[in-house]
């Protein structure tokens, strides 16, 4: 049995596409009120995944329930449930955004008026616009307010700001931030890792269909093989063999008109380094900390840059 | 439920929004109204034998053409892939696409029935209710047919190609842009096999005046529903809610499945003998109109020697159609014909000389049968019908003499449903066949034309 306040329990779920294994035995649970991150490059299997994840394909092993409920044995029930933000969605050109959700709430028992939906997503001025005439930022808030018609309690949002200006990125992320008030679970995917690390209260890093590394984003770094960084500039700039003798320093490079020097605890090195350049009567004029990021973890785990956000 | 009627009347509403739509939903029809009545015209009033064809290939376009091109332009866009989400069974989105269509082809078929009177004066069709039926029947079988290609077609441009497979053969072979009657034998049976003759059957049926109804049409209608409904599963079970989803594995078998019943339709059609196409099938009621015109009972026991100038002169000749125009043609001279035609002309006028049915013992079925040669290079608009007319008229003048020949005349005018026709005039070397109704409309017409020269009027 699943844990009963578990919104989603996918295990050991896997999806093949010929010889390729686009998901590969994962497993993961998201918490009621948790946003829930996939993080991975493109072709990471993180589409292929929410899709199984919503019954649109069909897994060749493994399972999935929503509030405790199998996704195979009662999709209906389970699209009852869920709200969803696809990717490359769009709708008829004529429709207008009233007519969409009025159309989508018609297939529910308890729609969410969609007056109530318009005025959320700041869409009541264009309630009677064709699709067609409405800008990108707008579409997406469209889409947000379709997933929302059947107030679910669950939501998929697959790379829901993708190609957004950040000023409309940001308003959905307002959007998504209020999901987690309201007590709603959000799987969310996206290739946006500071948009990851701001939203998500967990993720999952997911590379070649596997998930490479799972927890709070402050547990990912700090599992990260990555140090803490020191960019010194002096007056007189430095050997950098010499600081790499300082102890506590586990490297040192020149990088520019700085020296970059590695550490795993940045305290005891400062102390070191300020002792290193009085006893040289040289002056320091900066000095930068910059501790492991969430890109770091990503860059160790798949190899890949993530995009900026 | 609830969801689905709102996806029926949203699909309504988005429709009557798409200009592109609307052309082809309602201009189109139009235009292939005025086309048909400005080619057909060989029945009085226009387009009273074409109705069928026209109401078939209005439902062709909207079910072939119409509805896939709106599932797959829907598809593309990802707007089906949002629909999967919904908690809607497949078979009612299906469903409530082919209803939507349904009202769309109806409202334009309606609208070709309305303008068909007021241009032409085109009645409405003889059994409203068993037309509907018909026209159900019809849209089931094309609809299910448009949901197959809309499943196939992985884009909006290849909904084209496979509509245009199976617009075509109907149109050119089926019975449906080609009446049937005149095409030959072997295309008559092929087009068996085709779903198109099996509409046009069944539409004028319950449209044609005094036409049987639907009584007459239960295997077409029976043939429409298994056309349909193999159409329906194969499609449904080949269904794609996305544009990336690749064909299922077992599409081919369900094609096949589809055809395989147009085939056993056609096969039991063949081995019933419903296939061929009889003089006695051709439509009738209007002999029944023309009689009304006449002045005189068709039942008359009366010979044409007892003819009166009195009845003669009673006839008149303010209706006849222009010699020059398109209906019942005659050439003022064959001077002015090309050269090749002038040869062709002569060697018809050659042919009438030893034609049998032109050397009959009876000379009013002789004339008659002059007549409908004339009405037979009439109605299969040949390039050279007014000089066969002129030819024709010209020979009855050699072969009658005057006097005798008023008579005749008369007669024939006065008894339209007398004697037999002919329908086809191989003989004189062309090809195809006419109604019995046209052919005696012709007959009276060439009739009144050559009285009104014998007559010097």
Redesign the interface.
């Known amino acids: 049995m699943h844990p009963p306040e578990s919104s989603l329990a996918v295990r050991d779920l896997v999806k093949t596409y010929g010889s390729i294994r686009a998901v590969d035995s994962v497993s993961f649970v998201i918490a009621p009120g948790e946003i829930f991150g996939l993080l991975g490059p493109n072709g990471a299997g993180k589409t292929s995944l929410v899709e199984c994840a919503l019954g649109l394909r069909l897994p060749d092993s493994g399972s999935v329930r929503v509030a405790g409920i199998d996704a195979r044995a009662d999709p209906d029930e389970i699209k009852r449930r869920v709200g969803a933000v696809l990717q490359s969605i769009a709708l008829q050109d004529a429709i207008t955004p009233r007519e969409a959700l009025e159309l989508f709430g018609a297939f529910y028992p308890r729609p969410i008026p969609a007056i109530r939906l318009l005025e959320r997503f700041m869409l009541v001025d264009k309630a009677d616009a064709r699709f067609e005439t409405l800008s990108g930022g707008q579409r997406q808030r469209l889409a947000l307010a379709l997933a929302f018609v059947n107030d679910p309690s669950l939501l998929f949002l697959d790379e829901p700001t993708s190609g957004l200006d950040p000023q409309v990125r940001r308003e959905l992320h307002d959007a998504i931030r209020q999901c987690r008030a309201e007590g709603r679970s959000v799987l969310l995917t996206t290739h946006y890792i500071e948009e990851a690390e701001a939203l998500c209260d967990r993720i999952a890093i997911l590379h070649r269909g596997r998930i490479a590394a799972a927890g709070t984003p402050g547990e990912l770094i700090a599992r990260s093989a990555s140090h803490t960084r020191l960019i010194v500039r002096a007056a007189q700039p430095p050997d950098p063999a010499s600081l790499a003798r300082l102890p506590g320093v586990i490297a040192a490079a020149q990088t520019g008109g700085a020296v970059s020097l590695e550490t795993r605890e940045s305290g005891p090195v400062i102390i070191e380094l300020a002792g290193y350049l009085a006893r040289t009567g040289n002056e320091l004029l900066d000095l930068q900390v910059r501790k492991p990021s969430l890109e770091d973890v990503f860059i160790e785990l798949t190899g890949a840059a993530g995009e900026p956000s | 439920m ?2 689905i ?3 029926l009347l ?1 699909t309504l ?2 429709n009557f ?2 200009r592109q739509a609307l052309v082809y939903g309602y201009l189109v029809p139009i235009f292939f109204l005025l086309a048909f009545g400005s080619v057909f015209h060989s029945s009085v009033p226009p387009l009273l034998h074409e109705m069928g064809q026209l109401v078939t290939i209005t439902i062709l376009g909207g079910a072939c053409f119409g509805m896939p091109t709106g599932m797959v332009s ?1 598809r593309e ?3 089906w ?2 629909y ?5 069974s497949t078979a009612g989105l299906i469903v409530s696409a082919m209803v939507a269509r349904y009202i769309i082809i109806l409202l334009a078929v309606l609208m070709q029935f309305g303008l068909a009177w007021c241009l032409y004066r085109t009645p409405f069709p003889a059994h409203p209710l068993g037309e509907l039926v018909a026209f159900s029947a019809v849209c089931f079988a094309f609809l299910g047919m448009g949901l197959i290609i809309a499943m196939l077609a992985g884009a909006v441009p290849a909904v084209q190609a496979l509509g245009q497979a199976i617009f075509l053969p109907m149109i050119m072979i089926g019975g449906v842009g080609v009446p049937l009657r005149t095409l030959p034998p072997w295309v008559q049976h092929l087009a068996g096999f085709l779903p198109g003759r099996y509409a046009v059957e069944a539409l004028d049926a319950c449209y044609l005046p005094g036409g049987p109804g639907l009584e007459d049409s239960k295997f077409a209608l029976a043939a429409l529903l298994v056309i349909g409904i193999a159409a329906c599963i194969a499609g449904s079970r080949m269904f794609r ?2 544009s990336g989803q690749k064909l299922p594995r077992g599409a081919i078998p369900w094609i096949v499945f589809a055809l395989a019943a147009w085939a056993a339709v056609g096969l039991v059609a063949e081995r019933t003998g419903r296939l061929a196409v009889p003089i006695d099938a051709q439509p009738r009621p209007p002999v029944a109109a023309i009689a009304r015109q006449s002045p005189t009972a068709i039942a008359s026991a009366k010979r044409w020697q007892d003819v009166t100038p009195a009845e003669t002169a009673a006839i008149t000749f303010d209706d006849l159609p222009r010699d020059d125009g398109t209906i019942a043609p005659v050439s003022r001279s064959l001077d002015d014909l090309p050269a090749a035609s002038k040869t062709r002309v002569a060697g018809i006028r050659h042919l009438l000389d030893n034609w049998p049915p032109a050397r009959q013992g009876d000379v009013v079925q002789r004339v008659r049968n002059l007549l409908c040669a004339a009405g037979v290079f009439d109605v299969l608009e040949d390039p050279d019908e007014g000089a066969v007319g002129y030819v024709i008229l010209d020979t009855i003048r050699r072969q009658v003499p005057g006097e005798d020949l008023e008579k005749v005349l008369t007669y024939i005018i006065e008894t339209p449903a007398g004697g037999t026709v002919l329908t086809s005039v191989p003989g004189l070397g062309i090809q195809g066949q006419i109604t019995e109704e046209a052919a005696r409309e012709r007959s009276v017409m060439y009739a009144t034309k050559l009285l009104k020269r014998v007559l010097g009027k």
């Open positions: 609830n969801g009627l709102h996806h949203l509403r988005l929004r798409a829907e866009r990802g707007v892939r949002r999967r989400l919904l908690p809607a809610w996305d």
